[in-house]
C-alpha cells in the first residue's frame, strides 16, 4: 500500500475530477452544447475552429468516464479488482493533466488563451495529481 487511506484518497479524487468534472461535465456538453456554455462547462470565446476538438473530447469523456465511478466504488471497498480497474482513470487523468497543458499552450500560441494561468495551473495540476495518485494506487494496491 502506498500509505495508509490510500485507496480512499485516490477514490475521492477519481469520484470529485474524474467522474463529477470530466463525466458530468461532459455530459451535459453532449447533451446540450448550450447548456454547458450557460454554465460556464465550454469556453464561450473559443473559436469556432475549436468546436470538433472540444466536442469530440466531450463525447470521449462521457464514453469512458462510467468507469470512474466502478473504480472509486471498489477502491472505498477495498476490493481487489479496483486496483487493477484504478489504471483507468489515473491514466486517462495523468493524461487529461498533460493534454490540457499543452493545448491551452497551443492555444496561447495562435492568440486564443482561453483559460488564466492560475485556473490552468489548478486545472491541470488537480488531472494530473489525481491520475497519478491513482496510478500509484494501483501499483502499489493488492497483488493477490
Known amino acids: 500500500m502506498l500509505f495508509p487511506h490510500a485507496n480512499i484518497i485516490a477514490a475521492v479524487l477519481i469520484l470529485i475530477v474524474g467522474f463529477g468534472f470530466h463525466f458530468v461535465g461532459q455530459l451535459v456538453s453532449v447533451v446540450s452544447w448550450d447548456t454547458a456554455l450557460r454554465l460556464g462547462l465550454q469556453d464561450k470565446v473559443a473559436p469556432p475552429d475549436y468546436y470538433p476538438y472540444e466536442h469530440g473530447t466531450a463525447v470521449a469523456d462521457v464514453l469512458i468516464g462510467w468507469i470512474y465511478p466502478i473504480a472509486a466504488i471498489g477502491l472505498l471497498l477495498d476490493a481487489e479488482w479496483a486496483y487493477k480497474l484504478a489504471w483507468i482513470p489515473g491514466v486517462i487523468l495523468a493524461y487529461h493533466g498533460v ?46
Do not use: K, M, Y
Request: charged residues 15%.
Open 99 to 144: 493534454s490540457s497543458w499543452f493545448w491551452e499552450a497551443d492555444r496561447r500560441a495562435a492568440g486564443h488563451q482561453l483559460q488564466s494561468d492560475a485556473f490552468r495551473v489548478i486545472w491541470c495540476g488537480a488531472n494530473f495529481l489525481s491520475g497519478l495518485i491513482a496510478i500509484l494506487v494501483a501499483w502499489t494496491g493488492p497483488t493477490t
